[in-house]
């Protein structure tokens, strides 16, 4: 496996908690979306996200609009929510739009909402759950 790099938005902090699970497995440090990083001749970058009211953040967007072109080969993606839904479909088809395969399962976990929703999520299970999936993208980009 050539570069891997872990980048994610977040508004509180859960997605940066599943974020640096997902980094620690691979052994890189996952990068915040308003941190200045190169991502040119990324070989796979996992992309994470919150959701709010439905959507992802425009930050994100703006953010993954301005990736240069052809420069990454492949992207994963996974969010935090109150109910682990998969809101990413715009993220994707922006991926997609800049000639990035996106691996075709997301991982969703739990994020706590409003102190009540989802409290304590995410959890150690959740963790455990994003690092699975961490593996097995690599699993499958480095056959
Ligand atoms: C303004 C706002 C709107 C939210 N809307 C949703 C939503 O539509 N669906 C959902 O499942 N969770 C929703 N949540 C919960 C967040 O997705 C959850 O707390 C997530 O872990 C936030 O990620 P972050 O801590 O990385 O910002 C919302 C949270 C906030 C603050």
Redesign the pocket.
């Known amino acids: 496996m050539g570069t891997v790099r872990v980048i994610y938005q ?7 908690t599943v974020a640096e699970a997902i980094a620690d497995e691979i052994g890189v440090k996952a990068i915040d979306i308003n941190e200045p990083a190169s991502l040119a001749d990324t070989d796979l970058l996992f992309v994470g996200m ?5 959507k992802v953040d425009q930050n994100l967007m703006d953010y993954l609009d301005q990736l240069p072109q052809n420069k990454i080969r492949g992207a994963a993606v996974f969010s ?4 682990a ?1 998969d809101h990413m479909e715009l993220v994707i088809n922006l991926l997609e739009h800049k000639g990035i395969t996106v691996y075709p399962e997301h991982c969703c976990v739990k ?3 409003m102190g009540i929703v989802s409290h304590g999520h995410p959890n150690d299970s959740d963790l455990r759950k994003a690092r699975r999936f961490a593996r097995e993208v690599l699993d499958c980009f480095q056959d």
């Open positions: 977040t508004r509180s902090g859960h997605t940066r919150g959701i709010y009211a439905g935090t929510s109150a109910t839904s994020g706590q909402f």
